[in-house]
């Protein structure tokens, strides 16, 4: 996020007014995995750090580390809930608050996190994520059943065609929850979820998806034969990575793309015990366990025409 200067001077002034030199400490080891003053400033130890020197090189120490979302989020949840029992007003909070509302960051209540605004921009990160950045994300992976004998039977123009129909879809349903795509490989995607009711989100966006790709089915596929997707949902731990080939990697995905392949039934969305807690019991009774494969304890979802 570019950080002006008077939002700069005011996160700095408003540090060394909230907190004294000790917190100020706790707080920069909070936004930074380590954090010495007298290595940060290069002075000798016997030289005392006064707090508004300690100030000015934690603000622009996240301005170049690229952290300081993390430290106006840090302000928030200290000026929110104090620290040990102690509370810690932060003056000029609303107006830093306000700053960095008009770089296109809104605040996010539930995940306590600044994301991009999705009416200014959309990338990958939010915005806002490094590599290696560890949170507790909800995954969504989906892939089209069949898709080499589609291709054999309709041709690789027709196929792409309709591939292309299916990506807008993915990308409507997925990005009108706050997820973001980060994978699209030839038939299957993989999509994270991290704002707000993240699991709720992906399963949400899941059932969007078998919902409008059966009305495409039936009103615009040209195909002559219904698209038929796999798609499942997951959570757990999650280190981000801007690398696709580095995110992909990590159990969790491999987890997630194991489900869909493997014990997905073709026109389902599934999900595993650790999403289900997090469903609203409305949603979560439309949901049936896989027959197939009774021990997993899997849920799965489909399409039905009434009736059937």
């Known amino acids: 996020m570019k950080v002006r200067n008077n939002l700069a001077q005011i996160t700095k002034k408003s540090l060394c007014e909230a907190i004294n030199l000790d917190m100020m400490s706790r707080l920069a080891r909070d936004v930074f995995a380590e954090y010495d003053f007298h290595e940060r400033t290069g002075f000798p130890s016997t030289v005392p750090i006064t707090s508004q020197l300690a100030a000015h090189h934690i603000v622009n120490d996240a301005i170049a580390e690229n952290r300081f979302l993390h430290l106006a989020e840090r302000l928030i949840l200290l000026d929110r809930e104090g620290y040990m029992g102690r509370r810690y007003p932060v003056p000029g909070l609303a107006e830093i608050v306000k700053q960095i509302r008009v770089e296109g960051y809104v605040w996010d209540e539930e995940a306590e ?115 038929r997707i796999r798609a499942a949902v997951h959570t757990g731990s999650f280190r981000y990575h801007s690398d696709p080939e580095m995110l992909v990697k990590q159990e969790i995905v491999q987890e997630t793309e194991e489900i869909e392949s493997r014990l997905t039934p073709v026109g389902s969305l599934v999900i595993t015990p650790a999403v289900a807690p997090s469903l609203d019991r409305v949603i979560l009774e439309r949901f049936r366990p896989v027959q197939h494969f009774a021990e997993s304890r899997l849920l799965a979802y489909e399409v039905r025409m009434e009736g059937t």
């Not at 892939?143 to 080499?148: E, K, L």
Request: contains cysteine; hydrophobic residues 45%.
């Open 113 to 227: 996190l600044f994301m991009e605004d999705p009416r200014v921009r959309r990338t990958p990160n939010w915005g806002r994520l490094l590599d290696d950045d560890e949170f507790r994300f909800a995954l969504l992976r989906l892939d089209v059943a069949n898709n080499s004998k589609m291709v054999q039977t309709h041709g690789d123009s027709a196929m792409r065609g309709a591939l292309e129909d299916l990506r807008q879809i993915v990308s409507r349903c997925v990005e009108f929850r706050a997820g973001r795509i980060w994978q699209w490989e030839g038939d299957g995607a993989l999509a994270g979820f991290l704002f707000g009711s993240r699991v709720m989100s992906a399963v949400l966006a899941g059932m969007a998806v078998l919902h409008e790709l059966f009305l495409y089915d039936r009103l615009h596929n040209r195909l002559g034969e219904p698209l």
